[in-house]
């Protein structure tokens, strides 16, 4: 099983910037599909982006152009860099793995966007 953490959430202003990390466990990460997303009070978790082993990104269209989804297989850890944030990001961020057929989950991390 993927062990799978989330780092990096917190409060930020409108208009502000925050990076997310995600840190993922085992030797093939460079293979793995990394995906963000977020579930707001009330709402379905939705995408938010996605990085497959091979670099090609998925954006929901809410954050395109706003956010970047980025991953360092050194590391074993995929980012979100979220840009020009706005009140409606505001969410629990979780992180999710995709190999073999298996996906795991992080713990989520809560961004909160207020002025």
């Known amino acids: 099983q993927v062990q799978v953490a989330e780092s990096g959430g917190g409060l930020v202003q409108p208009g502000g910037s925050l990076r997310l990390s995600c840190a993922a466990s085992g030797s093939i990460f460079s293979i793995y599909t990394m995906g963000w997303y977020r579930q707001a009070p009330g709402k379905q978790r939705e995408l938010v982006a996605s990085?497959?082993?091979?670099?090609?990104?998925n954006y929901a269209d809410s954050v395109k152009g706003r956010f970047t989804i980025s991953r360092d297989n050194a590391k074993n850890t995929v980012y979100l860099e979220m840009n020009s944030a706005k009140p409606e990001d505001t969410a629990i961020y979780y992180c999710?793995?995709?190999?073999?057929?298996?996906?795991?989950w992080g713990q989520g991390t809560q961004v909160t966007v207020s002025s």
């Open positions: 999710n793995a995709k190999v073999l057929g298996k996906i795991s």
């Open positions: 990085v497959t082993g091979g670099g090609t990104t």
